[in-house]
């Protein structure tokens, strides 16, 4: 979907330093916050979206995508199902 497999393994090397545009870094950082520390969230960090440029509704995308995959996630988690082969550990 990048359409750059440079850029792909940077950031599945490091999404840290793979030299990330502003908005994409601030988006990541803001998931890796609510995927870990959801309780956490603050106003400020929507700010921090809209100050690289995202929308309100690019905002509730990146929410709700994020959501499904933590709930999907768990859902196989709890029913026990295995993780694919190509999926590293």
Do not use: C, Q
């Not at 690289?52 to 995959?69: C, N």
Request: charged share 30%.
């Amino acid at each position: 979907m990048l359409g750059d497999d440079e850029l792909l393994a940077a950031v599945e090397a490091d999404w840290r330093s793979a030299g990330l545009s502003a908005p994409r870094r601030a988006m990541l950082d803001y998931v890796v916050k609510l995927t870990h520390r959801p309780g956490d969230m603050e106003a400020a960090d929507v700010d921090a979206l809209r100050t690289v440029g995202f929308s309100d509704r690019d905002v509730l995308d990146i929410v709700e995508v994020t959501a499904y995959y933590a709930y999907v996630n768990r859902i196989a988690d709890g029913l026990g199902v295995p993780t694919e082969d190509w999926i590293p550990e």
